[in-house]
C-alpha cells in the first residue's frame, strides 16, 4: 500500500492564503489542491496531511484546497477512504472535513 | 523678402532668448504655487471621535489626487491620530504614488505636531512622503521617546499575501511579546485579505488601484492591540449579493432590520453570504469576528460606506451589537479587530 505524507508548512509554504491561483495569490488553496493533494490522491493508496505549522489557514484557503476535492471529481466515501487529515491544534482537520461534507452536499442537492 | 533675408539669430541672442524664457516660465510657477489652495487637516483625524471631519478631509484628498488637482497639504494643524485614520491616509498617498508613479509634496515640516511626525514615521508614511533628511536631534528624541501608544508600519499588496501578515504580526509581537490566538488573527487577516482582492474592485479597475493595507497599533497603558485592514473598494453594503437578494430580505426581515449600510454589514458579518452566489463562499466576514468572540475582551469595527458596525466581548460575554449609519460613507471598508492582551 503506498502512502504519501504532506507537511503543509515544510512541503508548500509557511503563510499560504487565498483561494485561487494565480489570480489571488501565489500560495492558493486551489494551487495547493492541484499540485499537492490531487496527484498524491490519484498516484497513491493514502495521503496524510499535516496541517499545523503554518501562521494560520484560512477559510478560503482551507475550503477550496479541500472542498475542491470534491468539485474535481472525488467523492466523499472516496476521500474518507484514502485522505487522512492529522489532528490539528487549530481545529484545521475538522474544518477541512467540514468544508468536504458541504461540497458534497452542495453537490447533491 | 525672401526666407535668406531673414536675419539668422546668433548663438549669444538665442541663448539670451532661451533664458528668459525659462526665467518667466519659473516667475509664472512661483505665482501659480503661490496661489494653489491650501487642504487642511482637521485638528484630530479619527473615525471614533472625529468622524465626519476625517472622512471629509480623506474624501477631498482623494479627489485631489485622483483629477491631480494642485494643492498644498498642510498638516501643521493636525493633533491626533488614531491607527486606522492613519493608515486611511497612508493609503491615499500610497494609491497615488502606485497609479501615477509620482510623489507627493508636503510643506512646512517643522510646523508639525512632533507626535504626528513619530506617528507617521512609525506607519511607514516618512517613506510614501520621501521624507528621510531627519535631523540628529530629531532622531535622538525618537530613541528617547516612551510614547504609550506605538504605531505599527502598514503593509500593502493588491494580492492574498500571507507572508505580509506574518511580518505585521511579527513586528506585534517584538513589542507586545504575545497575541492571543495569533494564527486565528493571521487567518482573518489573509480572508481580509482575499475579500479585498476578489469582491471589493470593479473589473473595470486596474491593478494599481486594487489595493488592501494592514496596520496595527499598540497602547501600552491599557495593553490594547489594535490590527486594521482597509481597502479602499465599493464597500461591503454594495457587494452584498445582487443576486440572492430574496435570501438576504428574508434575513433582513427575520431579524426586523431596514436594509441600511450597517444592516447589510451585520448581515455579512453574521452569516454566510457572498456576491458570487456560491455555497462554499462568504466565510471569511464570520471568520473574522470569531477572532473577537475567541477573546475574552475585544471589539471587532467595520466601516463600510456609510454603515458602522460593532461586535463586542466583554469578559468572555457577547454583548449587544452596536451600529449606526453616517451621512458620509468613508470609500471602501476598514476592519478593525481590537483585544486587550
Known amino acids: 500500500m503506498s502512502k504519501k ?26 494551487r495547493f489542491r ?23 489557514l484560512g477559510s478560503s484557503f482551507l475550503e477550496e484546497a479541500f472542498g475542491g476535492l470534491i468539485r474535481n471529481g472525488f467523492s466523499l466515501q472516496e476521500l474518507l477512504h484514502k485522505l487522512e487529515l492529522i489532528p490539528s491544534k487549530a481545529g484545521y482537520d475538522a474544518k477541512a472535513w467540514e468544508y468536504i461534507k458541504s461540497a458534497e452536499n452542495n453537490r447533491n442537492a | 523678402m525672401g526666407l535668406k533675408d531673414v536675419k539668422r539669430l546668433s548663438f549669444e541672442y538665442k541663448s539670451y532668448l532661451l533664458l528668459r524664457a525659462k526665467k518667466i516660465q519659473q516667475k509664472q510657477k512661483k505665482k501659480s504655487h503661490g496661489q494653489k489652495a491650501c487642504l487642511s487637516t482637521p485638528f484630530a483625524l479619527t473615525l471614533e471621535d472625529n468622524y465626519d471631519e476625517t472622512v471629509e478631509f480623506l474624501t477631498k484628498l482623494s479627489e485631489v489626487y485622483q483629477y491631480k488637482i494642485p494643492r498644498r497639504i498642510d498638516f501643521s494643524r493636525l493633533k491626533t491620530v488614531s491607527p486606522a485614520a492613519t493608515l486611511m491616509l497612508a493609503s491615499v498617498i500610497d494609491s ?23 506617528k ?77 482582492v476578489e469582491h471589493a474592485y470593479t473589473d473595470d479597475m486596474v491593478e494599481e488601484e486594487r489595493l488592501w493595507w494592514i496596520a496595527g497599533s499598540y497602547k501600552k497603558s491599557s ?14 453594503p454594495v457587494t452584498l ?26 448581515v455579512a458579518v ?14 471569511g466576514l464570520p471568520e473574522m469576528k470569531d477572532y473577537i468572540k475567541n477573546s475574552n ?45
Open chain 2, 270 to 283: 453574521t452569516k454566510d453570504t457572498t456576491s458570487t452566489g456560491k455555497k462554499e463562499r462568504g466565510k
Open chain 2, 223 to 236: 495593553r490594547k492591540l489594535i490590527v486594521i485592514a482597509y481597502d479602499r473598494g465599493i464597500g461591503i
Open chain 1, 34 to 56: 492541484d499540485e499537492f493533494l490531487i496527484p498524491a490522491l490519484k498516484n497513491n493508496d493514502k495521503v496524510i496531511v499535516d496541517l499545523d505549522g503554518t501562521r494560520g
Open chain 2, 241 to 266: 449579493p445582487q443576486t440572492h437578494n430574496t435570501k438576504l430580505q428574508k434575513f433582513i426581515s427575520l431579524f426586523s432590520l431596514k436594509d441600511t449600510d450597517a444592516d447589510r454589514i451585520e
Open chain 2, 120 to 196: 507617521f514615521m512609525q506607519m511607514g508614511l516618512f517613506e510614501l512622503l520621501g521624507i528621510n533628511n531627519f535631523s540628529k536631534n530629531f532622531k535622538r528624541r525618537v530613541s528617547l521617546m516612551k510614547e504609550d501608544i506605538i504605531f505599527i508600519k502598514f503593509r500593502s499588496s493588491t494580492k492574498v499575501k500571507g507572508e505580509l501578515a506574518a511580518i505585521l504580526n511579527d513586528e506585534i509581537m517584538q513589542i507586545t511579546k504575545e497575541i492571543p490566538n495569533v494564527t486565528m488573527l493571521h487567518a482573518s487577516l489573509t480572508e481580509a485579505m482575499q475579500n479585498a
Open chain 2, 297 to 341: 475582551n475585544g471589539k471587532l469595527k467595520i466601516f463600510s460606506n456609510k454603515g458602522f458596525y460593532i461586535y463586542e466581548v466583554e469578559d468572555g460575554k457577547e454583548l449587544e451589537i452596536k451600529k449606526n449609519n453616517s451621512n458620509i460613507p468613508i470609500q471602501g471598508t476598514l476592519i478593525q479587530w481590537e483585544v486587550k492582551l
Open chain 1, 5 to 30: 505524507k504532506i507537511v503543509i508548512c515544510n512541503d508548500f509554504y509557511f503563510a499560504p492564503g487565498g483561494r485561487y491561483y494565480p489570480k489571488d495569490g501565489d500560495y492558493t488553496g486551489e
Open chain 2, 96 to 118: 497615488r504614488k502606485k497609479q501615477f508613479r509620482t510623489r507627493v509634496k508636503v510643506y512646512d515640516f517643522h510646523k508639525w505636531n512632533y507626535d504626528i511626525k513619530v
